[in-house]
């Protein structure tokens, strides 16, 4: 017989496992851990949102939606868009809500990437990118962000990485790790160079709520661009809703008819329970997430103020919950100095170089704690660099 690793795809076995979750572990099995490397909003999902949920069951809706997800959802997912973003989509024909917004990658990917197509993908990414990109037959082609701006991507950049088989180019924005946010002038010079050699933009927007020193600008808005578009992006971060796995993606009509495909024999629908926490969410939620941007903004301008006064170089984020200090005046490697921080003062962050080899030299720390947290979380990287200094 056969060892049992012989019968794995090849494809998988050279997938290694997210550098995220490896901290992760590392972090819990001790006591006394401050962790900033979470990705997730430390408020609970807003009353009302979980009232709606409770009422759903209550009312005994416990079966399937329609696979595209709760029509009425549906309807004011394109609402919200068209509100807060102006950005147009059919509910019936252009959305579809999904398992988290990261399902609505992987159908994204699956709908439109043949074995052998290019994806360019800006880096530092989320850890998910390159491998979804993999697991479809796509090759991740990685375009580095300029450290010396912010990681704002250059235009020429990402030109010299397109070929003939480039399919798409993958952004987030606000990004994570960095925090980085694209305004309307940098996202028309990407629009310009999709419409020159004829690309697809997945966009992946799920921090687009929290953005705190100007207004927003989806990249479908971008003129020219809602036909090139795939927008991903969900209810995780904004509303505090992670443990809930309610996404959406929209597209086109024929993509978002070939990602339903996918959607409907790999996943049927989204939690029922969790499509009616999401509607409440749009309905009656922004003075909610008002509320933690306000919070967020203060934490992100004191972690911001004290990695600098550390000597630790930290660009001012413009959105999401993550600070990214660079390090490289310790001398340690990301690694080096995630591990012995942990096991120094016990206090987690995630090394740079999990979110591609630009972010070598750096550190993730998310500010979605609290504030007495995070003021002792840098009183122990105070210590713990004094220490190293000697």
């Known amino acids: 017989m056969k060892t049992t690793n012989s019968y794995l795809s090849r494809t998988v076995s050279d997938i290694k496992p997210s550098g995220i979750r490896r901290f992760f572990d590392l972090a819990s099995g001790m006591e006394g851990v401050i962790s900033l490397g979470v990705g997730e909003p430390d408020f609970v999902t807003p009353w ?9 069951l209550e009312q005994g809706y416990t079966s399937y939606t329609a696979n595209a997800g709760l029509l009425e959802l549906r309807q004011e997912i394109a609402s919200y ?7 147009q989509y ?16 992987d159908i994204a990917l699956r709908s439109i990437i043949d074995p052998g197509d290019e994806v360019i993908i800006v880096e530092p990414c989320f850890v998910s990118y390159s491998p979804l990109v993999s697991l ?23 030109a010299s990485a397109v070929t003939s088989k480039t399919k798409a180019i993958m952004i987030c924005s606000p990004n994570n790790p960095t925090g980085t946010m694209l305004n309307k002038e ?14 697809l933009i997945i966009s992946d927007e799920i921090y687009a709520e929290l953005v705190y020193d100007e207004s927003y600008t989806s990249m479908a808005a971008i003129k020219g ?43 049927m629908c989204a939690p029922t329970m969790a499509q009616h926490a999401g509607l409440e969410a749009l309905l009656n939620g922004r003075d909610d997430v008002e509320e933690m941007k306000k919070s967020y903004r203060r934490r992100r301008n004191y972690m911001v103020s004290s990695f600098n006064e550390l000597g630790l170089k930290c660009h001012n984020p413009g959105g999401a919950f993550y600070v990214f200090p660079s390090i490289e005046s310790t001398g340690l490697s990301s690694e080096e100095f995630a591990e012995q921080l942990l096991v120094q003062e016990k206090v987690a962050v995630v090394p740079g170089n999990v979110f591609g080899e630009s972010g070598e030299g750096f550190v993730r720390c998310s500010y979605a704690t609290s504030l007495e947290q995070l003021q002792e979380a840098i009183k122990r990287i105070r210590r713990f660099i004094d220490n190293h200094n000697g």
């Open 81 to 87: 868009l068209a509100r807060i973003f102006g950005v």
């Open 186 to 199: 940098e996202l028309e010079k990407i629009a310009a160079l999709a419409e020159k050699h004829d690309l």
């Open 48 to 56: 009302t949102v979980r009232e709606a949920a409770i009422l759903s």
């Open 225 to 267: 661009m809602r036909e090139r578009t795939i927008l991903i992006s969900g209810f995780s971060k904004g509303f505090a809703m992670t443990g809930w796995r309610l996404g959406f993606v929209c597209a086109p009509e024929e993509i978002t008819a070939a990602m339903l495909k996918v959607h409907q024999y790999a996943m």
């Open 90 to 105: 059919q509910p019936d024909k252009e959305i579809i809500v999904t398992v988290g917004a990261s399902q609505a990658i």
């Open 136 to 158: 479809v037959g796509g090759t991740p082609v990685h375009v580095q962000a300029d450290k010396d701006q912010e990681f704002k991507v250059s235009p020429e950049k990402l």
